[in-house]
């Protein structure tokens, strides 16, 4: 695609339910990040891939973040059990090579747990 | 991260007027990134810079980095209502893949 494609764009999830983000990197880009933005903050790094391996995942907060890229293109980022500290926006970026260079992101997915 | 400190963290600027942000690091700067943020979307890249003394243009807004002192400043020149959103300075300080970010400079252009 031309851009970064993430979605949902807004989810709404009560307390305890899984929700499950998707990101549509740009065609042909190697390097895939997620990371977290709560209101009135810069964005927090949560994980990285390189085609389909998961090469980092350090910022992830809890066993309860796990994200996949099983073809070395989309990606879910999927929260299980969410919690309200988990709202938050989850932006996704990619870049065509794997160290780091100018990086495109998404609109994001704005998850708002109640 | 408390590892880039932007400043200020809001500012209200006359339209055609000049404005600064300035991002400090604590850490060695191997590259440092501008982005600009509207309220509810994504970051849009404005510029890149990875060495010392290393400043660039576009249109309006200059980047400036000064290694030594582990800083870049953001100058916007003639301010336009276009120029409002939330400007963020993001940094790689492990010489790897990770992206740091500063907090924010929320920019306000009054008319």
């Known amino acids: 695609g031309a851009g970064v494609s993430q979605s949902p764009r807004y989810k709404v999830a009560k307390r305890g339910q899984d929700v499950a983000l998707r990101c549509d990197p740009i065609s042909g880009h190697v390097s895939l990040f997620w990371y977290q933005q709560a209101l009135g903050q810069g964005p927090e790094f949560l994980t990285y891939?390189?085609?389909?391996?998961?090469?980092?995942k350090s910022g992830l907060p809890s066993d309860r973040f796990f994200a996949e890229r099983p073809e070395g293109s989309v990606s879910t980022l999927k929260i299980q059990r969410t919690q309200q500290e988990d709202s938050a926006v989850y932006l996704c970026?990619?870049?065509?090579?794997?160290?780091?260079?100018?990086?495109?992101f998404g609109e994001g997915s704005r998850l708002t747990v109640l | 991260s408390q590892e880039l400190e932007q400043s200020p963290q809001s500012l209200i600027v006359q339209e055609g007027k000049n404005l600064t942000i300035n991002c400090t690091s604590s850490?060695?700067?191997?590259?440092l990134y501008w982005y600009k943020q509207k309220y509810g979307e994504g970051l849009i890249f404005l510029m890149m810079?990875?060495?010392?003394?290393e400043e660039k243009s576009h249109e309006k807004i200059t980047a400036k980095l000064d290694e030594k002192k582990q800083q870049s400043s953001l100058h916007i020149t003639a301010s336009q209502p276009s120029h409002a959103g939330i400007y963020l300075c993001g940094a790689d300080i492990r010489n790897d893949y990770k992206l740091s970010f500063g907090a924010g400079t929320t920019v306000t252009v009054r008319a």
């Open positions: 810079l990875q060495k010392g003394g």
């Open positions: 891939f390189q085609n389909e391996a998961q090469l980092d």
């Open positions: 850490k060695t700067l191997y590259g």
């Open positions: 970026a990619s870049s065509f090579r794997d160290r780091l260079v100018k990086l495109f």
